[in-house]
């Protein structure tokens, strides 16, 4: 945990945000700024700056996250697709430093991103 992590705090439970999912290690909200009908982030509780600083241990876990991910699309009820985006560092457009995963889904989603 670091203390001044946005997400962090979200996942600490420092603003009430609705959980959609909820385990020891993940924790899953919809996104402030939603991108489609469905767009929900979905964390490690762990702060790890982004995919770039993965450690060898984090294996597991990531696929906790991967497995959450699928879980909230079939929720959502994401029968037709949807998609799984990972911004990463700065010319990759991560805006926040904790690693989470975008599900977006609900409408045919553009190729390729800008
Ligand atoms: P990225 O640009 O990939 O780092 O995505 C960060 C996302 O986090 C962005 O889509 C907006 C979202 N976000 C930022 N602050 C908050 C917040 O306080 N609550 C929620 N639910 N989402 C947030």
């Known amino acids: 945990m670091s203390a001044d992590c946005l997400f962090c705090k979200i996942a600490r439970g420092e603003f009430s ?3 959609l ?7 899953s909200f919809r996104d402030i700024n939603p991108q489609a009908p469905t767009h ?3 964390i490690p509780k762990k ?4 995919l770039a600083h993965l450690e060898a241990e984090d294996q597991g876990l990531m696929g906790e996250l991967l ?6 699309a079939a929720q959502e009820g994401l029968r037709d697709g949807y998609r799984v985006v990972v911004n990463t560092g ?3 457009g991560q805006s926040v430093g904790h690693l989470h995963f975008h599900l977006l889904g609900g409408r045919a989603l553009q190729w390729p991103p800008g």
Not at 67 to 72: E, T
């Open 21 to 27: 999912l909820e385990t020891e290690h993940v924790a």
């Open 40 to 42: 929900i982030l979905v």
């Open 67 to 72: 497995l959450a991910v699928k879980d909230l």
């Open 90 to 92: 700065r010319d990759g």
């Open 47 to 50: 702060h790890i700056e982004s």
């Open 17 to 19: 945000t609705e959980f």
